[in-house]
């Protein structure tokens, strides 16, 4: 285990910073050195040479003559002495004296590799004696170089070498030992340590140097990543709830259309006995009416909540729809809280979808409450407004000219920052603690707005409360009183109703038979499309449910128009989806019906089928 972790520790050492620049360091100071030894070598041999020229000047100079004197004077001992002389001469090798009485020699005869010299031996008084050949090794010269080469080398490369080592260890102590430090904390970074910051374990700079740049990149890095991840786990979380919500939806859908269907049967048979003389009859059936009609409140809501696009436009009196989310909140709000209505608007009618009104309105009350956590006041009035050409151009809102219907929210909570101010109408942004705000009110608030060409707009103040306007186009025409009020459509024909239930086709046709209609009935598409085959030039309008076993309520439009393609069609049906129901409505124009209904809802709309003013869907 110890040869592991030390054969560990020599590689990391290998393949470290420090390491190769200390490499790149010798190497440069290879290349360095290696350029100053050529020169020294380059000098040294030149000098070298020098010599030998000098040196043979000097024997040509003083050993000739004493040499040509002695050869005169037949004095050999001393002939020998002076060529055995010669030698002692730096370079010299090989000596060669040649004269009348013979040849004296020293040293060896150089094949190669040699600079020889010849001189005449001259006597002023017996002129030319003989010659002198002198041989220099220049073998002699590269050792005498080659030396010189070795001890520069030793006086080079040994500072160098020393650089390099403490380059090494300086870069060791001053960069590569923090990086490692560095290494080793992003190795045990996790999830649940991403908060643990790093410091490197050295004196303080006088500024900003690289390592202290990579640290602050680094705590950038968890920041980024800190806050990457609780978006990504606040998305994950948000996309939960929408598939929880969506699943509720679905449940909610199915659950309120079997209920309305059961509504519908409940309503048609209240309507029918309350048509009775018998006082003590009446007022049991109305009861049972009113409740009905609360319950149908109920489900609106639930496939309210449960549709995905927007529905078909109808008229809504904002003023009711006020109303009820007050007797809503009422209930349930906080008693130290005031809630006070200010109805002022004169025109209080608008076109669109009153569920998505009553919850936009529903949703700034609740925001306008919970900003409110000791009790406070808020107040909800209306106002018509007119917006011309010219405060359009002027006005950041899109809103076209035309009369509008002001819905004002105002409380006395605690207000918003201006940063706070500009996020209210981004998704999921709240500020809320977790579990209480889904960031999803006011964005919904402004999207319900926006598909009814109005607009909304929001004034705060920190301790000084909240005002929201809700701007909405007021409706053409003037108010209309409630169904329950205007006097059931009479009529005559015959129209056939294809219902599953058994309990709507008897109230339907119980009440269709009132308002003077004759009624034939079937119990599913396939027995509906048999009867129009055999009856379908005498029948004037089909009421068709939309989901029905063995044939569904498309299936048996579609065969119907088959038949006799201008068939008048009205769609009753306690639940489809939005973009089905509008699709349908679209390829075939027929009618539509919303189930519960009561006899007032049934006559009008079989009355403006049946004089041709079919509905025409509301994009």
Not at 492 to 518: K, N, Q
Request: proline share 3%.
């Amino acid at each position: 285990m110890r040869d592991r972790a030390r054969r560990h520790a020599v590689r990391r050492w290998r393949f470290s910073i420090a390491f190769r620049l200390a490499l790149w360091v010798l190497a440069i100071t290879a290349v360095f050195a290696g350029a100053v030894l050529v020169g020294v070598l380059y000098d040294s041999y030149r000098l070298e040479l020098r010599g030998i020229e000098e040196n043979a000047r000097e024997i040509e100079r003083i050993h000739v003559p004493l040499l040509a004197t002695a050869v005169w004077d037949y004095a050999d001992d001393q002939v020998t002495d002076q060529v055995d002389a010669l030698q002692g001469i730096r370079h010299v090798r090989y000596v060669e004296l040649s004269t009348e009485a013979g040849t004296t020699r020293s040293g060896e005869r150089l094949r190669e590799g040699a600079v020889s010299r010849r001189y005449p031996l001259v006597h002023p008084m017996g002129g030319q004696l003989g010659t002198l050949t002198v041989q220099f090794s220049l073998a002699s010269v590269w050792d005498a170089v080659w030396g010189k080469i070795l001890v520069s080398s030793f006086f080079v490369f040994l500072p160098f070498g020393i650089f390099g080592l403490v380059t090494l260890l300086v870069f060791r102590w001053v960069v590569t030992r923090h990086l490692d430090a560095l290494a080793e904390y992003s190795r045990g970074l996790t999830v649940e340590t991403l908060d643990r910051r790093f410091s490197f374990d050295r004196r303080a700079t006088p500024g900003e140097d690289e390592l202290d740049r990579l640290l602050h990149a680094f705590d950038d890095m968890r920041t980024n990543l800190r806050r990457e991840i609780a978006e990504r786990k606040a998305m994950e979380a948000q996309m939960r709830q929408a598939q929880k919500l969506e699943s509720i939806g679905r449940l909610a859908g199915g659950i309120a259309h079997d209920f309305n269907n059961l509504l519908t049967g409940i309503m048609g048979a209240a309507e029918l006995i309350g048509l009775s003389e018998n006082e003590d009859v009446k007022g049991p059936a109305t009861m049972i009416l009113t409740t009905a009609e609360r319950a149908a409140t109920l489900t609106s809501k639930l496939l309210a909540f449960s549709r995905k696009g927007k529905v078909a436009s109808i008229n809504v009196e904002v003023h009711r729809v006020i109303q009820d989310v007050v007797d809503i909140l009422e209930r349930s709000i906080d008693k130290r809280i005031l809630i006070e209505t200010r109805p002022k608007a004169e025109r209080s009618w608008v076109v669109g979808d009153p569920a998505q009104l009553e919850s936009s309105i529903l949703n700034v009350v609740l925001n306008a409450r919970d900003a409110m956590p000791t009790g406070g006041r808020i107040v909800i009035a209306t106002d018509n407004v007119e917006i011309t050409e010219g405060d359009q151009a002027a006005s950041s809102l899109d809103l076209r000219p035309g009369t509008y219907l002001d819905i004002l929210i105002r409380d006395t909570g605690e207000g918003m920052d201006d940063e706070v101010l500009g996020q209210v109408f981004e998704p999921f942004f709240t500020t809320k603690d977790v579990g209480k705000g889904t960031g999803l009110g006011l964005p919904a608030v402004y999207g319900t707005m926006k598909e009814h060409g109005g607009a909304v707009t929001i004034e705060s103040e920190v301790g000084h409360g909240t005002t929201c306007h809700l701007m909405i186009p007021v409706g053409p025409g003037e108010n209309d009183q409630p169904a329950s009020e205007v006097e059931a459509h009479r009529g005559e024909g015959r129209i056939l109703v294809i219902d599953d239930d058994e309990i709507i086709r008897l109230t339907v046709s119980r009440r269709l038979t009132m308002l003077g209609y004759e009624v034939v009935t079937a119990s599913d598409g396939v027995e509906g499309v048999a009867v129009y085959r055999e009856l379908g030039d005498t029948i004037h309008l089909v009421i068709v449910d939309i989901m029905m076993p063995r044939m569904g309520g498309t299936e048996t439009i579609q065969a119907i128009r088959g038949i006799h393609a201008d068939a008048r069609i009205l769609v009753a049906s306690g639940f489809a989806p939005d973009d089905a129901v509008q699709a349908l409505i679209r390829e075939f124009s027929v009618g539509f019906l919303q189930k519960p209904f009561r006899l007032v809802d049934l006559a009008e709309a079989v009355a403006t089928i049946m004089s041709g003013r079919d509905e025409k869907p509301v994009d």
